[in-house]
């Protein structure tokens, strides 16, 4: 059995520690939760039977296997590569992090000296592993859209000052990749996973679509080269106490949980 700790204890993070004890209890223990707000990590943590955290080293101490971030970009950026010099394996979910490539060169480097891996979720969507495909076949057009409700976008810093229609569907933004997950931090995590598996960071483009009459976060990505041409649709509800988020995303880390621990892989 492996342990398990959490980073952020916000409602991924719960609704990824109830699916860990209800369905992987036989291969992974949550051993600890860390957040800022100690009455946020008291209330995830009781209900995983894990300890508390609200520093790093506390919560490095109990010695997990595997830490999943659940938190922010900037916790990534704080805390990532101390995770992984003291030995853990890292799952990041906030995935627009490694568009910074300092960060991220940094993350691999600590990763290969430490011989522990950084694993990247599906998140939201689905067929990194196809995108990985595409990216062994030579260079490939790739198209992201991201369609959501006026809520799920609200507060985005793309979008300071200006009112969003609460009645025309529109596209708000169209751009690379860097820019996208800058001006929209919480929304286009799944460009920056899409692009990063098909490697074309610097060639992707990104669209956002704000449309009032959506109930669904819907991501499409295109994958275009010489011989092969793909396209994945995924719509999910957003978290209700989260629209920002799709619920899935938490679905999809213990996915990935199952996966390393399962003798069959699937990839």
Same mark, same amino acid.
């Given at each position: 059995?492996?342990?398990? $700790? ?6 991924? +993070?719960?609704?990824?520690?109830? /699916? ?11 051993? $600890? ?9 008291? +209330?995830?943590?009781?209900?995983? +039977? $894990? ?25 990534? $950026? ?32 600590? %990763? ?67 820019? %996208? ?70 679905? +999809? ?11 069959? /892989?699937?990839?």
């Amino acid at each position: 059995m492996k342990n398990i $700790a959490v980073i952020g204890a916000g409602a991924l +993070s719960k609704i990824f520690c109830e /699916q860990v004890q209800k369905q992987l209890s036989q291969q992974y223990n949550i051993v $600890a939760v860390m957040a800022r707000n100690i009455e946020h990590a008291n +209330s995830l943590a009781q209900t995983a +039977s $894990a300890l508390p955290c609200t520093t790093i080293d506390q919560f490095l101490s109990v010695k997990p296997d595997i830490v999943v971030e659940f938190a922010s970009r900037d916790a990534v $950026a704080e805390y990532g590569e101390t995770v992984l010099k003291a030995g853990c394996d890292l799952v990041v979910v906030s995935i627009g992090a490694l568009s910074n490539d300092t960060l991220k060169k940094g993350l691999e480097t600590a %990763a290969q000296e430490a011989n522990r891996k950084i694993y990247v979720p599906n998140g939201a969507v689905g067929g990194l592993d196809l995108m990985q495909t595409f990216a062994t076949m030579g260079p490939c057009k790739v198209e992201i859209q991201n369609t959501k409700a006026p809520k799920s976008l609200t507060g985005a810093p793309y979008l300071k000052d200006k009112v969003l229609s609460e009645t025309e569907a529109e596209i708000l933004f169209e751009g690379d990749v860097a820019a %996208a997950i800058n001006g929209f931090p919480k929304n286009v995590n799944v460009a920056v996973a899409s692009a990063l598996a098909s490697e074309s960071m610097n060639t992707a483009t990104v669209r956002v679509k704000n449309d009032p009459e959506t109930t669904r976060n819907t991501h499409c990505i295109r994958l275009t080269n010489d011989l092969m041409q793909a396209q994945l649709t995924i719509s999910s509800r957003p978290d209700p106490a989260n629209p920002k988020s799709s619920t899935s995303t938490a679905y +999809s880390v213990v996915a990935l949980l199952k996966n390393l621990a399962n003798p069959i /892989q699937f990839f």
